[in-house]
């Protein structure tokens, strides 16, 4: 299965892959860590969450694991992949938190502001 949805790049340089359907994430929840061209989209970072990083970010302001039915978000549970806004993967990275990181479903524009060591050492598919 091809699960390229984007002309958009990833930080390893190819075509920018889906990050997850089920649950469906995304800045325009399409499944894709993408920016669409629009500039302050910062949802970029495809992760696999664990326990402690969700409970984590609820202690930080973040709740991501409590469900909200009218927004139709189910509330995510370890093992689920999401597309992390990017200033929150590096608050989690500097406490010693950050989720793993799915390189080629994480987009090229985070390579602004975290180094693409910082992200092979935290990934899930180091290439």
Do not use: Y
Request: hydrophobic share 45%.
């Amino acid at each position: 299965m091809d699960n390229e949805v984007s002309t958009e790049r990833n930080v390893l340089g190819g075509p920018l892959q889906a990050c997850s359907f089920a649950p469906l994430t995304g800045f325009f929840r399409d499944g894709c860590c993408a920016t669409r061209g629009e500039h302050g989209v910062a949802h970029l970072v495809c992760v696999k969450v664990t326990a402690d990083f969700l409970e984590f970010s609820r202690a930080h302001g973040n709740d991501l694991s409590t469900p909200i039915p009218e927004m139709r978000f189910r509330g995510l549970v370890q093992g689920d992949r999401w597309c992390l806004h990017v200033l929150r993967w590096i608050e989690a990275w500097e406490a010693g938190m950050a989720p793993k990181v799915v390189l080629e479903a994480t987009h090229e524009n985070v390579l602004r502001m975290v180094p693409l060591q910082a992200l092979k050492r935290h990934a899930l598919d180091v290439q």
